[in-house]
């Protein structure tokens, strides 16, 4: 259950069609957040803008993120959930994503490839626990939980906006989720407190929030699931 909640912290939203792309990150940025439930810590998570690719003439982002039990916490439930996406430079979009998770004797590996051309959209799926490959014809462009982070960042986001998303997860299915902007607050962390916009996703047991700072980095400064022990939050700690 802990797994789901703090997965579901990185699913925040996407839609519409493509615009001009800010870049409001940058080669190296790392943002450090604490997790807690009812205010208790149990975990850490790390997002990492590790390298710009050439292709060409593209540029494509290495992201990567980890989650990792920590205290206690780890005594009764054992995370070191890792996620890696290659994006496009400009779409933001996966061309891979590679998706590991260790949770006490639970393994889970996933694979995808995203190929995009002017008739249509594939993903070509490789669950490596199992040794299952597939592919899958979607009916719009994907992100998954950590590329989704880094494309919202990119967008104008104000109160009123909708979002929808078409998210790829374990195992290895994509899942439609909608998200809405709904209202202006603040936002407090381990740096300070600041400005955010609120974002809450629609249609799920548990209220997901997530606050992003109202500068132009978009930064997910704090992020808020009701469950039914209490609130469980992750806070931004760091930036490097």
């Known amino acids: 259950m802990i797994k789901k909640i703090i997965c579901l912290f990185f699913f925040i939203f996407f839609t519409g069609t493509l615009s001009c792309f800010a870049h409001p990150f940058y080669e190296g940025e790392r943002l450090s957040y604490v997790i807690k439930l009812m205010g208790i810590p149990v975990g850490t998570q790390i ?70 051309n002017r008739e249509n959209i594939k993903a070509f799926l490789w669950d490596k626990r199992r040794g299952k490959k597939w592919e899958e014809e979607l009916s719009s462009s994907p992100l998954d939980i950590l590329s989704l982070v880094y494309w919202i960042r990119a967008q104008k986001l104000e109160v009123g906006k909708k979002f929808e998303v078409l998210l790829l997860d374990i195992p290895g299915k994509f899942e439609p989720i909608n998200f809405e902007v709904v209202r202006e607050d603040k936002a407090y962390t381990y740096l300070g407190v600041f400005p955010a916009l609120v974002c809450e996703q629609k249609n799920v047991k548990g209220r997901i929030r997530v606050w992003f700072s109202r500068d132009e980095r978009h930064l997910p400064l704090y992020i808020q699931v009701d469950t039914s022990l209490g609130y469980l939050t992750a806070i931004l700690r760091k930036v490097d």
């Open 47 to 116: 997002l990492k803008v590790e390298d710009v690719i050439q292709e060409g003439e593209k540029s494509l982002y290495l992201l990567t993120s980890m989650v990792k039990t920590s205290g206690i916490a780890s005594i009764f439930f054992d995370m070191d959930d890792r996620v890696e996406s290659i994006v496009d430079g400009e779409t933001f979009y996966p061309r891979f994503v590679r998706i590991k998770i260790k949770e006490n004797s639970r393994r889970e590996e996933i694979e995808a490839k995203i190929k995009e």
